[in-house]
């Protein structure tokens, strides 16, 4: 059974809020890296979340150090070419990721937030203060970096920059792993599109900072249509989704 906690009050209230257009990735950050980030981090605080990494069939990640948690939100890129049985293409994602870590590490209710956090931001990805009301409410205001795609070849290469530490910011290059669907209760997003699925990413060679694996779980909304009928050239789908980044025990 799936906990819902008092947090969906804020949807409520955000009702009230008058709608704004969807924001630029990289936009919603107004929180610049912390000085003090590197202490933030600095301890083992982080490490009282491990336990708590949302269960699932993906493998474990066994042997390494939880080192970052971040809260995604963004939007999923798509492209048609024309054809409307097609199914759509993809050129990635962008996203900032929130600092989920340093929020929940010292959470008693921590086990309890996790499964709602992803559904409740995205559903007020459209009332932008409401958002960020939401996030420093829960202490999850502090931008902990971006998610987006590296080009390269033969394809472009997700990857993570973990700006939040300003001196040799840690950052992931990754190639998908594995994958699960997401479960039946994820929230569908904000047309009921469907919640992408789970992964675990791992190191391509060439991330640095002492990261290598990054796990996306407890996702919401961010599917594409099962074709291109009625979908221009390039499109995008909001999506949430937590971060899980690991690495290499210190």
Known sequence: ?????????????ATLAPAVNALPSFGWGQNQPREDAVTAYGGNDISKLAKYLPSSNLPKP???????????IGTQNYTCNGDKSAAPGTTGALATLYDMGSGLAN?????????????????????????????????????????????????????????????NPPVAYVAKK??????????????????????????????????????????????ATPNCENRPAHWEVPYAAQYWVYGPKS
């Not at 009921?192 to 991330?207: C, F, H, M, Q, T």
Request: aromatic residues 12%.
């Open 178 to 223: 594995d994958n699960v669907t997401a479960p039946a209760w994820a929230f569908k997003g904000l047309s009921g599109e469907g919640a992408i699925p789970w992964l675990r990413l791992v190191d391509n060679g060439k991330s640095s900072g002492g990261v290598n694996t990054v796990y996306r779980v407890e996702t919401a909304g961010g599917n």
């Open 107 to 167: 959470d008693p209710m921590a086990a309890w937030k996790l499964a709602s956090v992803t559904g409740l931001a995205l559903s007020l990805y459209n009332y932008h203060e409401s958002l960020m009301w939401y996030l420093n409410s829960q202490g999850y205001q502090d931008v902990l970096g971006h998610h987006f795609f590296t080009p390269g070849t033969p394809s472009s290469v997700p990857t993570f920059l973990i700006s939040k530490i300003q001196q």
């Open 62 to 72: 066994d042997g390494l150090e939880l080192k970052f948690v971040g809260l995604g």
């Open 1 to 13: 059974m799936r906990l819902v906690t008092c947090s969906g009050a804020f949807l409520a209230l």
